[in-house]
């Protein structure tokens, strides 16, 4: 029976874990294309100033 919880322990850390990772790479993929505008922005202002 208890190794049966600390199975299951370990499945769940393995869970949360991978959905970290995830989340991080979702995160940076959203960080990237909101930075996108942005850049095209300040690209088109040091354009003008040139």
């Known amino acids: 029976m208890n190794?049966?919880?600390k199975?299951?322990?370990?499945?769940e850390a393995q869970c949360w874990e991978n959905w970290e990772l995830l989340?991080?790479?979702f995160a940076e993929k959203k960080a990237i294309e909101s930075s996108l505008?942005?850049?095209?922005?300040?690209q088109l202002f040091v354009g003008s100033i040139q």
């Open 3 to 5: 190794s049966q919880y």
């Open 23 to 25: 989340i991080e790479k």
């Open 7 to 11: 199975k299951l322990d370990e499945v």
């Open 37 to 42: 505008p942005i850049l095209k922005v300040t």
